[in-house]
């Protein structure tokens, strides 16, 4: 990660992992002190060169393909999950709690996401273990795609998560979007720059709402079209910071 930093200019970097490894296969909240222990040098390595690191929970909000709070583990467990989580990095402004990688098939999203579900479980859990000031990634339904976020009424959905003070101060919304044609990112070719159809839209409703979010998957191939149109969609994305306010933000370059 050194060099990516020093030589590049990255200043985030994004550390999956996932619940079963860090609790060693036990569908609870408590940290398994030797996984915990591993994953924490990764973790470390990744905040000795500067940048914000991000702690990702890769589950696809599912234990064992079970959606948490409706048929896998409770809401009260996850949030034990990144209550004991948080502990650990409270004091650490660098690190970013990304609450859960790309949520999909959730039956009602706005249920699942408002006051008492799940992510407001999450939410309050790791500002009441002393993690008042770092981001929170929020993501949607739809493996959380910039382009239907505001549609399948995540962003609404969302929108309500509060911090415990009543505020949504660093409660950021977390966005994926490829550039192949069918936005799973596997394919060399990229069709399409997402401007018209994902990230107007989007920056339309986080600019009316006071809202921002970091889109924290992209990507595609080694090939001109991609080069074309992910320049095109990266310089769409800085072009809509007034200076004052940027609603979407890229973990790319500080340079």
């Known amino acids: 990660m050194q060099h990516f930093v020093k030589d590049d200019g990255y200043n985030v970097f994004r550390l999956p992992v996932g619940w079963q490894y860090l609790t060693y296969n036990q569908s609870t909240g408590v940290l398994n002190g030797t996984q915990f222990s591993n994953?924490?040098?990764?973790?470390?390595?990744?905040?000795?060169?500067?940048?914000?690191?991000?702690?990702?929970i890769h589950n696809y909000a599912r234990y064992d393909g079970?959606?948490?709070?409706?048929?896998?583990?409770?809401?009260?467990?996850?949030?034990?999950?990144?209550?004991?989580?948080?502990?650990?990095?409270?004091?650490?402004?660098?690190?970013i709690f990304g609450v859960m990688n790309e949520p999909h098939d959730i039956p009602n999203i706005t249920t699942w996401a408002e006051s008492g579900m799940i992510f407001q479980y999450a939410v309050t859990a790791i500002r009441e273990a002393g993690a008042?000031?770092?981001?929170?990634?929020?993501?949607?339904?739809?493996?959380?795609?910039?382009?239907?976020f505001v549609s399948s009424g995540s962003a609404e959905a969302l929108g309500m998560?509060?911090?415990?003070?009543?505020?949504?101060?660093?409660?950021?919304?977390?966005?994926?979007k490829y550039l192949d044609y069918d936005n799973s990112g596997t394919h060399?070719?990229?069709?399409?720059?997402?401007?018209?159809?994902?990230?107007?839209?989007?920056?339309?409703w986080l600019r009316?709402?006071?809202?921002?979010?970091?889109?924290?998957?992209?990507?595609?191939?080694?090939?001109?079209s991609c080069v074309g149109y992910i320049s095109q969609q990266i310089g769409y994305q800085a072009a809509q910071s007034d200076g004052s306010f940027s609603p979407i933000t890229m973990p790319y370059k500080s340079r």
């Open 161 to 176: 998560v509060r911090n415990p003070d009543g505020t949504f101060t660093n409660l950021i919304m977390d966005v994926h």
């Open 132 to 148: 008042s000031t770092q981001m929170i990634l929020l993501p949607g339904n739809n493996y959380t795609s910039a382009q239907t």
């Open 188 to 204: 060399a070719a990229c069709v399409t720059n997402n401007i018209e159809d994902a990230w107007y839209p989007l920056t339309t």
């Open 66 to 95: 079970q959606i948490i709070g409706q048929g896998g583990p409770s809401n009260e467990i996850f949030a034990d999950l990144w209550f004991n989580i948080a502990s650990y990095w409270k004091n650490e402004p660098k690190v």
């Open 208 to 224: 009316a709402n006071g809202r921002q979010a970091l889109n924290t998957e992209t990507g595609g191939g080694n090939v001109d």
């Open 39 to 56: 994953y924490n040098m990764l973790v470390s390595d990744c905040l000795s060169t500067g940048a914000y690191c991000e702690i990702d």
